[in-house]
């Protein structure tokens, strides 16, 4: 058989060692920051900390957790990444829907799909989205992270690609039995498109965690801002006055080892949701509910 040929054997076995060391590329600056985090002062001054830490210590972490400043930055990233992405998959479901149509059922189908797409293409720009946040009374709220983009249209695309493939059998068939609408949607298309909700709540998850130029200029105290613009605004900053009161602690503790630690507990949350998202990635709902 073709599978238990040599050759594919082969090819088999060059794709497997291809893969790992793409993965273990990828996965190579994150555990280089884990090791540096988990190192002394002395070796990740000298930069000599590659892969593994030199000189264990948990210094660095115990002094990230003990700052009230990056705690509460943390809560706020959560809130936002939370709000926001329950806000924009609530939004593309009930747009993606009628779109998904065909123009028979929806006939004005093809002027708002049009309406959306447009916005991939052409963008306001920072001067007038900052002046519509200022009128619309937004400035300084966590409404003014998460508003701005609630509409996310590429998302939106792809979920509706997502419901056309839905046979409209079942559709049809809840018609028939005096299923409304709304009762579709929530009975028939949410529970079959659990692999295009994980995987499009996942990109809106990381977007709005990794976001960090918004919080810059809608929030006004520091002590407001979401964890990426905390970590922009004051790991860049020299922290040898804030190190300097913790007396002995600074045999251990150092500037480069506070960063990685701050850094890793930022990545952390989203490293934890991905392993329960991955599986709907490649499993399809939606093959095998309709029988010929």
């Not at 190192?39 to 000189?55: E, F, H, Y």
């Not at 559709?171 to 298309?189: S, V």
């Not at 810059?216 to 004051?234: E, G, V």
Request: with cysteine.
């Amino acid at each position: 058989m073709y599978h238990k040929t040599l050759s594919y054997r082969l090819f088999t076995v060059f794709n497997y060692i291809f893969l790992a060391l793409i993965a273990f590329l990828c996965l190579l600056p994150l555990i280089h920051t884990l090791a540096v985090s988990f190192s002394g002062r002395a070796p990740a001054n000298a930069n000599l900390v590659g892969l593994i830490p030199i000189d264990f210590t948990l210094d660095a972490y115990k002094k990230t957790l003990s700052n009230p400043n990056f705690l509460h930055s943390l809560w706020v990233s959560v809130q936002r990444t939370v709000l926001g992405t329950v806000v924009t998959m609530i939004i593309i479901f009930l747009a993606a829907y009628p779109l998904s149509k065909d123009s028979l059922a929806f006939k004005s189908r093809t002027w708002y799909s049009w309406f959306f797409v447009l916005t991939l293409l052409f963008s306001g720009g920072l001067v007038p989205t900052y002046i519509a946040i200022q009128k619309l009374g937004l400035m300084y709220s966590m409404w003014a992270l998460i508003l701005p983009g609630a509409i996310d249209v590429w998302l939106l695309v792809l979920l509706l690609n997502f419901f056309r493939n839905i046979p409209k059998a079942l559709e049809e068939a809840a018609l028939i039995d005096g299923a409304g609408q709304m009762k579709i949607l929530t009975h028939i298309y949410i529970p079959l498109s659990l692999p295009a909700i994980a995987t499009l709540s996942l990109f809106k998850m990381v977007g709005h965690w990794n976001a960090w130029f918004d919080g810059l200029i809608y929030l006004k105290s520091i002590d407001d801002y979401p964890l990426a613009t905390f970590l922009q605004t004051i790991l860049i900053q020299i922290d040898s006055t804030q190190l300097s009161s913790l007396g002995r602690e600074l045999e251990n503790i150092s500037n480069n080892t506070v960063k990685a630690a701050q850094i890793f507990i930022g990545a952390l949350p989203i490293l934890m949701v991905y392993p329960f998202l991955q599986k709907y990635f490649v499993k399809g709902m939606v093959v095998g509910s309709v029988k010929e």
